[in-house]
């Protein structure tokens, strides 16, 4: 069976989110090419069909700035609904005046297409030039009063309409190694007792069964984990509805070898049943 290739035509008002919106439309799978011109898509969408599959989605931006080589986009847009191996949609996204004009002031760039000419001027010689896009577009979005994530959101409920597992990436760590820079979350377990002062437990690790039943066995273990995986089990779909892609999970002790690594294995197995899970012992081979 053949699958189609999954298109998306990003174009509108400068100023209104287009690159925010193709950093949604990668996050989400998408091959993003800004600024092509769109007479070369149909060559890069026949080059894409030769990859073996790999690539499935691809997203193109492209706006006035092309100046007359943005003159075909609708012509290239038909021309790419036209084709049988492939779902082809047409973005517009648009804002009002004054929100385009205070994103200008705050970023303190010039208009591309007039950047000589008063902003408002531009803006409005820029909508009249696209008034026809908007038109053939098969949705606009408004941006005016959404904020980054909003607009992520949107992006993602329309090309991603089912919400995938979140990748969730377990590390355990030693802090006298330092913090892991990535983590979003740390959880410090240093004060459950140590294996490392058991003569026969401090050759192995937090994977070897005897370190990790001498680790879970503590009241004060077991009342940590609930509360964690409860914290994680409510965080996790609150951090995906508001546009997250990717969690970082820390989970510390002294050395990194004994109880972290514990901890980390149990935590990431719970995990497991709602998220892609990644578990990584940083240090747990690391002495000195």
Known sequence: MTVRLETVVLTGMSGAGKSVAMQALEDIGFFCVDNLPPALMPRLLDMAEHTSGTLSKVAFACDLRGGSLFEPLLTTVEELRGRKDMDTTLVFLDANEATLVRRYKESRRRHPLSPTSR??????????????????????????????????????????????????????????????????????????????????????????????????????????????????????????????????????????????????????????????????????????
């Not at 509360?227 to 970082?248: I, N």
């Not at 989970?251 to 990584?280: F, M, P, Q, W, Y």
Request: negative net charge.
């Open 119 to 288: 902003l408002t001027e531009s803006i409005e010689q820029e909508r009249l030039a696209l008034a026809a896009v908007r038109a053939a577009a098969d949705f606009v979005i408004d941006t005016s009063d959404m904020a980054s994530g909003a607009l992520k959101k949107e992006l993602t409920s329309r090309f991603q309409p089912h919400i995938s597992r979140m990748p969730v990436h377990v590390v355990s760590f030693g802090f006298k190694y330092g913090v892991p820079l990535d983590a979003d979350m740390v959880y410090d377990v240093r004060f459950l007792p140590n294996p490392h002062y058991i003569d026969e437990l401090r050759p192995f690790t937090g994977e070897d069964q005897p370190v990790y039943d001498y680790v879970m066995q503590w009241p004060a273990t077991q009342q940590f984990v609930t509360k964690a995986e409860e914290m994680l089990d409510f965080l996790l779909p609150e951090y995906q509805r508001e546009g997250k892609s990717h969690l970082v999970v820390g989970i510390g002790c002294t050395g990194g070898k004994h109880r972290s690594v514990a901890i980390a294995r149990h935590i990431a197995n719970h995990l497991r049943a709602v998220a892609d899970v990644e578990l990584t012992h940083r240090d747990r081979g690391r002495e000195g």
